[in-house]
């Protein structure tokens, strides 16, 4: 099955700097990658996603880029803010195969403790 | 528009004990998983159900856990008897189809029920 690796696992930048969160994943099946971010005993939230047939995806402060070939793809945290301390997930995964159980299950990566310190 | 409703929040039971935890999903959403979160890892995907049938459960510990969908929208995964190693926050979610790839098809998580085993 699908393995994701994410580094690194804590990260902690000053406000104003850039953030940048790695990931890579094993199956070059895999074909959608989203980000979530988690605060401390909240939900996991969705806060942006790139398909593979795209390189790259902006909105707003932050941008994710695809390497297909290398497999990997990365999470960019621009002019980064105290609020934007949380866990950051990374997941990947496929499109179902012939209507088998693969029905698009998403592998998480290990999660990055971003702190942003005023 | 409401989210995915989970309860208990907190949960702490005795180890050789039982435990039950209540999802109710975006109204709407035919897709619903099950996801353990053990401190400092990302979500693991315990079950999935579309509609009210199981789509993949090959993660499920199905000596001691069980998870059921009679009706298609609420559900409920049980824990009998626990284990230590089962505390973990149990996060619940939906989405509208099972297949991640679809183009605006994201996946909606709980609040989690954080359970410890004592």
């Known amino acids: 099955g699908e393995n994701v690796e994410q580094h690194p696992s804590t990260l902690s930048v000053q406000e104003g700097d850039s953030a940048v969160i790695k990931c890579t994943y094993s199956?070059?099946?895999?074909?959608?990658f989203p980000w979530y971010k988690q605060e401390l005993g909240k939900r996991p939230q969705l806060i942006i996603d790139i398909r593979s047939n795209v390189g790259e995806k902006k909105d707003q402060r932050i941008a994710v880029t695809l390497n297909k070939t290398a497999k990997h793809f990365s999470l960019h945290i621009t002019e980064t803010q105290p609020e934007d301390s949380a866990v950051y997930f990374c997941a990947a995964s496929m499109p179902p195969l012939g209507g088998g159980t693969s029905y698009g299950k998403l592998t998480f990566g290990q999660g990055t403790i971003l702190t942003v310190h005023p | 528009e409401a989210g995915v409703a989970q309860s208990p929040r907190y949960k702490i039971i005795e180890k050789r004990q039982s435990v039950a935890f209540w999802c109710n999903p975006i109204s709407g959403h035919a897709t619903l998983y099950w996801y353990q979160q053990i401190l400092g890892q990302g979500p693991k995907l315990l079950i999935q159900?579309?509609?009210?049938?199981?789509?993949?459960d090959s993660q499920l510990p199905k000596d001691r856990f069980s998870a059921e969908r009679l009706k298609g929208v609420d559900s409920t995964l049980k824990i009998q008897p626990a284990k230590l190693e089962d505390s973990a926050v149990y996060l619940c979610a939906s989405s509208l189809f099972p297949w991640t790839t679809v183009s605006g098809n994201t996946i909606y998580f709980g609040e989690g029920s954080w359970l410890t085993v004592v």
């Open positions: 159900f579309q509609n009210n049938g199981v789509v993949d």
């Open positions: 199956d070059s099946a895999s074909n959608y």
